[in-house]
């Protein structure tokens, strides 16, 4: 039954992650986009609700179940950032807005972005490690610490090699190869140069 949950939470999220961005580019429907969009995190919730519910009914605690909880961290540390970005593109491909710029390769703008992923990646941990722990009272007696001791030590993990990779970035800025300029961290393509005639 987990598994269909998560499944079917999965599907929830992004389908309403579409409906709120076609409601405002393709409806013209600000309010109601509004409303989708900040009901996403509803999802998680739902399902992080449905899985209490399903171990207090009896069912055996497995890393399913801390997976489900993991929704919830994820939506909120990589939610707004994963709207944003689905929005970007949204706009460009359907209401003519601006190509969206990649990330930025070189220089403090990297450096920035390194950190922001860092900072991304601990909430979501710590939200996601703290629902997990939470897991256990709640289950009613069908869940232990114990067996969601691998992810305490996967998010644990995972949390400081984004610190570390992003504290490198600090004191190794990332510079651009000779010859390329760069703006904002990205590289810019320079024009080709203009064939001369044939005489």
Known sequence: MIVTLIVAAEISWWLVLGLGLGARYLLRWRRTSTVLL??????????YALTVLNLRGGAEASWMHALAASYVGFSVGYGP?????????????FAGGPKPLPAPEYGPERTAHEWRIARRTVVSAAITLSLIGLLVPLSGGSAHFGTFAQWY??????AVVNLVVAGCYSI???????GVTVVDGRPVERPAPEKAPLP
């Not at 950032?81 to 460009?92: E, G, I, K, N, T």
């Not at 030590?153 to 995972?158: R, S, V």
């Not at 190794?172 to 000779?178: C, I, T, V």
């Open 38 to 47: 900040i009901g996403l995190p509803v999802v998680d919730l739902a399902l």
């Open 81 to 93: 950032s994963l709207v944003a970005w689905a929005d970007r593109h949204f706009l460009h491909r």
């Open 153 to 158: 030590w996967k998010l644990g993990i995972a």
């Open 172 to 178: 190794w800025p990332k510079e651009a190869p000779a």
